[in-house]
């Protein structure tokens, strides 16, 4: 089944959720991007059937050293996946908020387990 969300529906839902984080914590968001993307290519080590929601592609928080200069982290929603994964627009909207947070989670270096045990995954 999935869920249709036209592209602005789905890049407004997206800013729907980051907004939705903490100040506190927002503040700290920084040298990073959020992009929408159709679909996750699997690496070529990976499952050719692999379909993630989201990646978070970077270094966390609580790993960095002091640089000077840095390309910014990125945070990937998959537009594709999410849109097959639900069957109401309300669930869309909560899996987009879940998928941004947990890949927020991982810019502040928290655990694919601990995320999950917060409820983010």
């Known amino acids: 089944m999935g869920t249709w ?18 100040d506190e914590l927002a503040r700290l968001l920084t040298n990073v991007v959020v992009v929408v993307e159709d679909e996750y290519e699997p690496q070529p080590w990976e499952d050719p059937d692999t379909e993630l929601l989201g990646v978070y592609e970077g270094i966390p928080l609580t790993e960095r050293a002091e640089m000077a200069w840095q390309l910014p982290d990125r945070i990937v929603v998959f537009r594709g996946p999410l849109t097959r994964h639900c069957r109401s627009r309300a669930e869309l909207e909560h899996e987009i908020t879940v998928t941004v947070m947990h890949e927020v989670g991982h810019f502040f270096g928290i655990s694919e387990e601990r995320l999950h045990e917060l409820g983010w995954g």
């Open 5 to 22: 969300m036209d592209e602005a529906e789905f890049d407004a839902a997206v800013d729907a959720a980051l907004a939705r984080i903490p």
